[in-house]
């Protein structure tokens, strides 16, 4: 999370796809992310990262939603 005097400035997304090459140069076949479903902002970065909604989870009695790469 980022704070929000950097929000609007696509750092987000920035990381996250810094996160993701990461990922692939170390041989990870898939990458998985999850973020609660109202957060609307985290779910826009994680799409302009690549990843795409796969599910509806719970995690820690919470419901999320279950991004994954292609």
């Known amino acids: 999370s ?13 990381i996250a796809r ?5 990922g692939w140069s170390r041989g990870f076949s898939s990458m998985v992310a999850v ?3 109202h957060n609307v902002a985290s ?3 994680l799409e302009k990262a690549g990843l795409r909604h796969e599910r509806d989870i719970m995690h820690a009695d919470l419901p999320h939603v279950l991004y994954r790469t292609a």
């Open 35 to 37: 973020t609660q479903p």
């Open 2 to 14: 980022l704070v929000p005097e950097l929000w609007g400035r696509g750092l987000g997304t920035e």
């Open 18 to 22: 810094g996160c993701l090459e990461q």
């Open 43 to 45: 779910r826009h970065v």
